[in-house]
């Protein structure tokens, strides 16, 4: 009998381990960082804003933590994940918002083109 309860307290450890907050905060930056590979083209400035705060929040929560060598490797990979495609959003941000731009001064050149050539 005390076998048995020994094995059922060792088993309801092992499944409240896997579920701490020291594991939630990797999970969450786990799914951050598949969030933004699979999605990161389809965010706005409010997302990529959404998204650094919540990185932001997983971190902090994480630095509340000590973690295996082993964990730490998961979790620095997953960190150059998320910061890669922040890195990479805001330079495809940036490279929209120059185009939008010369695309409008394209249009305004035309448009003050057409204006001198139109004749009344």
């Known amino acids: 009998m005390k076998k048995l309860l020994f094995i059922l307290f060792a088993a309801a450890m092992t ?3 896997c579920t701490s907050p020291r594991y939630t905060a ?3 930056l786990r799914n951050l960082s ?6 990161y083209s389809y965010y706005d400035a409010q997302d990529w804003a959404k998204a650094k705060a ?6 902090d ?11 730490r490797a998961e979790i ?3 960190q150059g994940t998320c910061m890669g ?3 990479k959003g805001a330079v495809e941000g940036v ?9 409008q001064a394209t249009g305004i050149v035309k448009g003050v083109k057409d204006a001198f050539n139109k004749k009344n």
């Open 85 to 87: 495609y922040f890195a």
């Open 54 to 59: 919540k990185y932001e929040r997983i971190n």
């Open 76 to 78: 620095g990979e997953l």
């Open 26 to 28: 990797v999970n969450n």
């Open 15 to 17: 499944l409240t381990s």
């Open 34 to 39: 598949d969030d933004l590979a699979h999605n």
């Open 61 to 71: 929560k994480i630095g509340q933590y000590r973690y295996t060598p082993e964990e």
């Open 95 to 103: 490279v929209d918002r120059v185009t939008g731009v010369i695309n």
